[in-house]
């Protein structure tokens, strides 16, 4: 009996290699290499738009490049749980992840929240380290709409009136929460995941001419009801005319485009940006970091990080496109409205063409709940597209 132990053993290891590499060959590495590529860009991005200023307060220069590799780190690590996850088998767990993103967005409005840069979005955690359950709500919106629009009742081939009011439903539920930060880019977002999601879920389209209308008129009721904050009604009004407060809220978006402007077609070299290193934009390490490759990598630098997220939606469509069941096509879907609007809403409002919301550029800018949400979103495709044959 010991003679057969060797061969039967080595059999069995050389089979589980098999199987490793088999699925390591199964990974949509397009998808992988371009968050990888854009990871690294912003990375080095961050790096030049807070060392200057760092040094300047004496503080450690490489600060926020330290504390963003480590949430790279952490992001990837639960992007690779999630992509070796059975997504199919999430079902089952979606009502406690939609559970702990509104618990979480309720804990925000209490003593809790803390306000930064003026949104009550954030709970701080102490050690430097703050927490926005408004990002991870996104997550949790995607796994639940898919639930309750992907599974058809008996007789139906598209989600039924009691499935899509259920699905609005929840939808509503942190919707609202986020609305009370206040946090209107964050809502943006929720507004067209549900619409695409809905879009393709095979729903009546009476529905989404309903929600567009009632997005349209509930827009108006925010505005003329004053429920926005000051702020945000000034950057609305600086967005239709800069030129009118260029030293108060058009302040941002003229800086904004005057770095942008002033990179040319190569730019004006990695870390010798006059406008990053001058200050003269806010928070260009997180919502305005297009701005500093804009300035320092010029046009065609800038034009190659848009073509990265380019693959990304790409990938993800195929991904939706391709999934084996409705289920995993909502999941997809979900996760392309939502970073496809966040990359143009963040693009958008720094070259003046869309009004400023405060939403970073995914796998780019700077931040730790955002690029958790972003890579487990990266893990969701994954999760799709290994799984994409049947019974596999």
């Known amino acids: 009996m010991g003679g057969f132990a060797g061969p039967v053993e080595g059999y069995g290891e050389r089979n589980t ?89 309720l804990a925000v409005i209490t003593p809790l929240g803390s306000t930064i840069n003026g949104s009550h979005s954030w709970i701080v955690i102490g050690g430097g380290f703050q927490v926005q359950p408004s990002e991870f709500a996104k997550v949790g919106l995607v796994v639940v709409m898919a639930m309750v629009l992907g599974e058809p009742r008996d007789g139906e081939v598209g989600p039924g009136r009691r499935d899509v009011l259920l699905a609005l439903g929840l939808a509503g539920v942190p919707a609202a929460l986020i609305m009370l930060q206040p946090d209107l880019g964050t809502t943006l977002v929720f507004a067209v995941v549900v619409i695409g999601m809905l879009a393709v879920s095979g729903a009546a389209k009476r529905w989404i001419a309903g929600l567009v209308g009632g997005g349209v008129l509930a827009a108006l009721a925010v505005w003329f009801l004053g429920i926005l904050q000051p702020y945000q009604l000034a950057r609305f009004t600086a967005f239709i005319d800069p030129s009118a407060d260029p030293r108060g809220a058009g302040y941002n978006a003229q800086q904004a485009r005057i770095a942008i402007g002033s990179g040319g077609f190569l730019g004006k070299g990695l870390f010798q940006g006059e406008q990053t290193g001058g200050h003269f934009v806010p928070e260009q390490q997180t919502d305005f970091i297009f701005t500093v490759a ?95 044959r049947p019974f596999d």
């Open 17 to 105: 290699w098999r199987r490793h590499a088999a699925g390591l060959r199964r990974l949509d590495w397009t998808l992988i290499l371009s968050v990888l590529a854009l990871s690294v860009i912003g990375t080095l991005l961050v790096r030049s738009a807070t060392f200057h200023l760092l040094t300047e307060q004496g503080r450690d220069p490489e600060w926020f490049l330290k504390r963003h590799v480590l949430n790279l780190v952490i992001g990837l690590g639960l992007g690779t749980v999630v992509t070796v996850l059975d997504y199919r088998l999430l079902r089952a767990y979606v009502p406690i992840l939609y559970g702990l993103a509104c618990v979480g967005l």
């Open 294 to 388: 804009g300035e320092e990598l010029g046009f065609l630098g800038a034009a190659v990080i848009l073509l990265l997220l380019g693959l990304v939606l790409w990938r993800g469509l195929r991904i939706a496109s391709q999934a084996a069941d409705l289920f995993g096509t909502l999941v997809a879907t979900g996760v392309v409205c939502w970073l496809a609007f966040q990359t143009f809403e963040n693009v958008g409002m720094t070259l003046g063409i869309m009004p400023i919301t405060g939403l970073p550029l995914p796998f780019v800018s700077y931040g730790g709940s955002a690029t958790f949400a972003n890579m487990i979103a990266l893990g969701l495709l994954q999760a799709v597209h290994v799984r994409r």
